[in-house]
């Protein structure tokens, strides 16, 4: 069984920062892409940023030169670091990666469960 667990959501003013944890365990042969996606009531989830095993990124527009996103390897962890945060960047965060469980296994997408990030101006 893999995990995906995410951590350091909360509440900030505008202008604050914060600082997502993602952490996978369980039955880990290899992972892929992870990436952070996000998520308000009534609409759809979106893409807030990604990171392949070698390190490229790819950004939202709207959170482009405020979050930067990162990836420790040998811990199987992602980082999402959020600055200049603003009301709109309120949401459910979560996590996803694209893991294989062994050398035979293909890819297969794991998410976590998600974290409150509430912004007020």
């Known amino acids: 069984q893999v995990q995906l667990v995410e951590s350091g959501g909360g509440a900030v003013q505008a202008g604050g920062s914060l600082r997502l944890t993602c952490a996978a365990s369980?039955?880990?042969?290899?992972?892929?892409?992870m990436a952070w996606y996000r998520q308000v009531p009534g609409k759809q989830r979106e893409l807030v940023a990604q990171?392949?095993?070698?390190?490229?990124?790819n950004y939202a527009d709207s959170v482009k030169g405020r979050f930067t996103i990162s990836r420790d390897n040998a811990k199987n962890t992602m980082y999402l670091q959020m600055n200049s945060l603003k009301p709109e960047d309120t949401a459910v965060y979560y996590c996803?990666?694209?893991?294989?469980?062994?050398?035979?296994?293909?890819?297969?997408?794991?998410w976590g469960q998600g974290t409150q990030v509430t912004v007020s101006s």
């Open positions: 990171i392949i095993t070698r390190g490229s990124t």
């Open positions: 369980g039955s880990i042969f290899s992972i892929n892409v």
């Open positions: 996803t990666a694209k893991i294989r469980t062994s050398w035979t296994s293909g890819e297969s997408d794991y």
